[in-house]
């Protein structure tokens, strides 16, 4: 991503930061979303270099106004002023914006932690079940069945938001599902201002462990983490932290790997 772009990012976020959303902003951009991505006409004339901004954010308004929240269609017009490098693009801009605004009201009730710990939970388990991430990979089968399949799983278990984003995750933007969730629970971080940490366990650790653990790592990297637990078997013992593209490997097995490749 090039410094423009991530400028560009970072813009929309105030601007949504400051229209205070609501889960009704929310889904209103994912249906903006939708409708660039099944529409190249509209993701063409919304991103045309030779169209003056002014005239695309006018364009926005005039396809969007009455149909969704005046503060969803503000934020579509004032993305589509900016200069993209493509209609695709774009869309994935105001997606990153319809999950803020999905996490940014499920922060103001309370439930944002809740909600970034369940969406791991179901990646994991979307993750460990082979059976289960082909059927939601599948595109010979129609999205919303796939997107009731989760429904199916998750009624009953998961709050509101947890089941728009898992729903949404279906539609696997950065190629997989669980890619996909993967980047929603950096945004969720983000928006806290902490890092998120995936601790790789033979067995789960106490909350007197996890706690301090999540004292080390944020005094190390001097911001605040959020621990995503993974029990994996093959530990064998120890820790496996990984911190972005950062690895700390104190587990039995990383060392007893250290131990063979010195022998070959």
Same mark, same amino acid.
Do not use: C
């Given at each position: 991503m ?9 813009e929309?976020?105030?601007i949504?930061d400051? /229209? ?6 929310s889904?209103?951009?994912? /249906?903006?979303v ?10 063409? /004339?919304?991103?045309d ?5 002014? !005239? ?10 009455g ?10 017009? !004032?993305?589509?002023?900016?200069r ?10 105001l ?5 803020r @605004?999905?996490?940014?009201a499920a ?8 909600t970034?710990?369940?969406?791991? +939970? ?16 599948d595109r010979?089968?129609?999205? @919303?069945?796939?997107q ?10 998961t709050?509101?938001? =947890?089941? =728009? ?10 190629r997989?599902?669980d890619? =996909? ?7 969720a @971080?983000a !928006? ?7 601790? +790789?366990?033979?067995?789960?650790? =106490?909350?007197?462990?996890?706690? +301090? ?16 637990e993974?029990?994996?078997a ?5 820790v496996r ?10 587990t ?5 790997e250290?131990? +063979?490749?010195?022998?070959?």
């Amino acid at each position: 991503m090039s410094v423009a772009e991530e400028a560009r990012l970072s813009e929309l976020d105030g601007i949504l930061d400051a /229209a205070s959303p609501t889960p009704s902003m929310s889904s209103d951009l994912f /249906a903006a979303v939708d409708a660039l991505d099944s529409s190249p006409p509209l993701r063409r /004339a919304l991103t045309d270099p030779n169209v003056d901004e002014s !005239q695309r954010g006018r364009l926005a308004h005039n396809l969007l106004d009455g149909k969704m929240s005046p503060a969803a269609v503000d934020l579509v017009a !004032q993305a589509a002023s900016m200069r993209w490098a493509g209609g695709r693009t774009l869309a994935a801009a105001l997606e990153r914006q319809a999950v803020r @605004a999905e996490l940014l009201a499920a922060d103001r009730s309370g439930q944002l932690d809740e909600t970034e710990d369940a969406l791991f +939970r179901f990646a994991r388990l979307v993750d460990s079940s082979p059976d289960l991430r082909n059927l939601l990979a599948d595109r010979r089968i129609p999205m @919303a069945d796939r997107q009731s399949l989760v429904d199916r799983l998750l009624e009953g278990r998961t709050n509101t938001s =947890t089941r =728009t984003l898992a729903r949404r995750g279906v539609a696997a933007r950065e190629r997989t599902f669980d890619r =996909t969730v993967e980047s929603y629970l950096g945004l969720a @971080a983000a !928006q806290k201002n902490r890092m998120v940490a995936t601790v +790789r366990v033979a067995r789960s650790l =106490t909350g007197e462990q996890s706690t +301090r653990l999540r004292a080390a790592l944020s005094r190390q990297i001097g911001r605040d983490v959020a621990i995503q637990e993974v029990i994996d078997a093959s530990v064998l013992g120890g820790v496996r932290v990984e911190l972005g593209s950062e690895v700390v490997e104190g587990t039995v097995g990383g060392r007893l790997e250290e131990a +063979r490749r010195l022998f070959e």
